[in-house]
């Protein structure tokens, strides 16, 4: 059974950077496809950031210059760098993984996650202006 775990979410000001980690309980499952997504309160939840099996990533355009997923194959870890935060940044954080191929960056990036098989809790983030 594959879990995931995310943590590194808190209160920081706008500007600020943070990273957040998932770490997965199962190696395999990190050659995958995995993914970041948000739900904001009384929002749509949300890609922000994915990456696939070759390890090319792909990011929302609200992200895109400011985050980096990256992920430790080693460490069974799954990261993600946000830095000049906004506060419409603000949301429950979610890492997640699938068995996807091709349609990976698709299904964590342009899509809401419905194509992701297993999902951490979630972690969440305040950014405060």
């Known amino acids: 059974q594959v879990q995931l775990a995310e943590s590194g979410g808190g209160s920081v000001q706008a500007g600020d950077s943070t990273r957040l980690s998932c770490a997965a309980s199962v190696s395999t499952i990190m050659r995958n496809c995995m993914g970041w997504f948000r739900q904001a309160p009384g929002k749509e939840r949300e890609g922000v950031a994915g990456?696939?099996?070759?390890?090319?990533?792909d990011y929302a355009d609200s992200v895109k210059g400011r985050f980096t997923i990256s992920k430790d194959i080693d460490e069974n870890t799954l990261y993600l760098q946000m830095n000049n935060l906004k506060p419409e940044d603000t949301a429950m954080y979610y890492c997640?993984?699938?068995?996807?191929?091709?349609?990976?960056?698709?299904?964590?990036?342009?899509?809401?996650?419905?194509?992701?098989?297993?999902w951490g809790k979630g972690t969440l983030v305040t950014i405060s202006s």
């Open positions: 997640a993984a699938a068995d996807l191929g091709a349609s990976c960056l698709v299904a964590t990036v342009d899509g809401r996650g419905y194509g992701m098989d297993y």
């Open positions: 990456i696939n099996r070759e390890g090319r990533s």
